[in-house]
């Protein structure tokens, strides 16, 4: 059973009267319960890829499914079962941390008690900090914010964009260590980053470069 499956998906943006190809016939397949790397550098193509499986970018060529439904057909659907951190900080820099996690809640139609489980361990650490405004966070803290959002409505399968540029060493190992207990809870996690080292924490990576995959993961 796979939780995310990409057939021959291309990607062209127009830049003026240059195409760029972001994507080139790039397949995959995430098993369920798998934390799966997308490992490459900037410009490789793993926002573009990243943003067609959550549904908020269509593809120019391939199909593509998550929890079994069809990225495009299905997009509704998809965006209730999935959790998504962009690379950016993609909170509310004016709300406190509180507000946020109310605010995000509130879109899904859910409270933080109802899967306080999953968030426990990240919300202990960002709880004394409740009251003071995102933005004034540190690095370490906005990630685990995001994470705590991303998570609130209890996703089947998690997308995360470079979780961890920008955020200090302790942080980082810790922000792993978590994603470890999010799979012992059953979720799927597809996970963008640069870091090469962070390879050795996935169960199955695929290199990017250049819009390509550097070894086929279709079959693997
Ligand atoms: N909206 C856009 N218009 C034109 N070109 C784009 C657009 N978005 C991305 N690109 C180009 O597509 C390629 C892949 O970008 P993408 O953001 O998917 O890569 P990435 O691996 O996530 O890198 P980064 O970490 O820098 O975001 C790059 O060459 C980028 O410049």
Known sequence: MYSITAH?????????????????????QVKSGELFGLIGPDGAGKTSLIRILTTLLLPTKGTASVAGLDVVKDF?????????????????????????????ASIF????????????????????????????????????????????????VLFLDEPTTGVDVVSRKEFWQMLQ????????????????????????VALMQDGRFLRDQSSS
């Open 8 to 28: 021959n998906i291309s990607k062209d943006y127009q830049n003026g009267k240059a195409v760029v190809s972001a994507l080139q016939d790039v397949s995959l």
């Open 76 to 104: 509704k659907k998809i965006r209730q079962k999935i959790g998504y951190m962009p690379g950016r900080f993609s909170l509310y820099q004016d709300l406190s941390v509180q507000e946020n996690l109310d605010f995000f």
């Open 109 to 156: 139609n859910t409270s933080i008690e109802a899967n306080y489980h999953l968030i426990k361990d990240i919300y202990e650490q960002i709880a004394p900090f409740k009251d003071r405004k995102a933005g004034k966070l540190s690095g370490g803290m906005k990630q685990k914010l995001a994470l705590s959002c991303a998570l609130i409505h209890k996703p089947e």
């Open 181 to 204: 207990h999010l799979k012992q809870e059953g979720l799927s996690i597809l996970v963008a980053t640069p870091y090469m080292d962070e390879a050795a924490l996935c169960d199955r």
